[in-house]
C-alpha cells in the first residue's frame, strides 16, 4: 500500500475512533445531519467505499461479520490488505475511475524538486 493510501488509512481510523467515542467533532461535514450513533462500518463505507467493499468480501471469505470493537485490527491484516489491493485494482481498472485521487500513482521522492536547484 502507497504513503498516501497508509495516511488515508490512519486518518479514517482516527475518525472512527473519534466517531465512536461520540465526539461532536467527529461527525463528517456532509453527514451533518447523521445521529451520533452511525457505526464504524457506517463511516468506513462514507470515506472509502473501496475499504467498505474489500472488508466485506473479507467476511464472506471467512464467513465472518466482524463487530465494529474488531475492525482496527482487521483493517491491518495482511489478508485485509491483500482484499484491499485487489479491490483498488479492480476499481482503478475501470477508466472512470482513473482520475480518482486513490488511483494516483504513489509520489516518489524523486519527484520532488529540490531546494535551489530550478528545472
Given at each position: 500500500?502507497?504513503?498516501?493510501?497508509?495516511?488515508?488509512?490512519?486518518?479514517?481510523?482516527?475518525?472512527?475512533?473519534?466517531?465512536?467515542?461520540?465526539?461532536?467533532?467527529?461527525?463528517?461535514?456532509?453527514?451533518?445531519?447523521?445521529?451520533?450513533?452511525?457505526?464504524?462500518?457506517?463511516?468506513?463505507?462514507?470515506?472509502s467505499p473501496v475499504s467498505y467493499a474489500s472488508l466485506k468480501r473479507l467476511e464472506a471469505r471467512r464467513g465472518a461479520l466482524y463487530a465494529d470493537s474488531e475492525l482496527d485490527a482487521v483493517l491491518r491484516s495482511e489478508s485485509f490488505?491483500?482484499?484491499?489491493?485487489?479491490?483498488?485494482?479492480?476499481?482503478?481498472?475501470?477508466?472512470?475511475?482513473?482520475?480518482?485521487?486513490?488511483?494516483?500513482?504513489?509520489?516518489?521522492?524523486?519527484?520532488?524538486?529540490?531546494?535551489?536547484?530550478?528545472?
Amino acid at each position: 500500500m502507497s504513503t498516501l493510501h497508509w495516511t488515508l488509512a490512519a486518518c479514517l481510523l482516527v475518525v472512527m475512533q473519534a466517531h465512536a467515542q461520540g465526539r461532536p467533532d467527529s461527525q463528517p461535514a456532509f453527514h451533518a445531519s447523521s445521529s451520533a450513533t452511525s457505526t464504524r462500518r457506517e463511516v468506513l463505507e462514507a470515506f472509502s467505499p473501496v475499504s467498505y467493499a474489500s472488508l466485506k468480501r473479507l467476511e464472506a471469505r471467512r464467513g465472518a461479520l466482524y463487530a465494529d470493537s474488531e475492525l482496527d485490527a482487521v483493517l491491518r491484516s495482511e489478508s485485509f490488505q491483500r482484499e484491499y489491493g485487489i479491490g483498488l485494482s479492480a476499481f482503478c481498472s475501470n477508466s472512470a475511475n482513473a482520475p480518482n485521487l486513490a488511483c494516483s500513482p504513489p509520489a516518489d521522492a524523486t519527484d520532488r524538486p529540490r531546494k535551489g536547484v530550478t528545472p
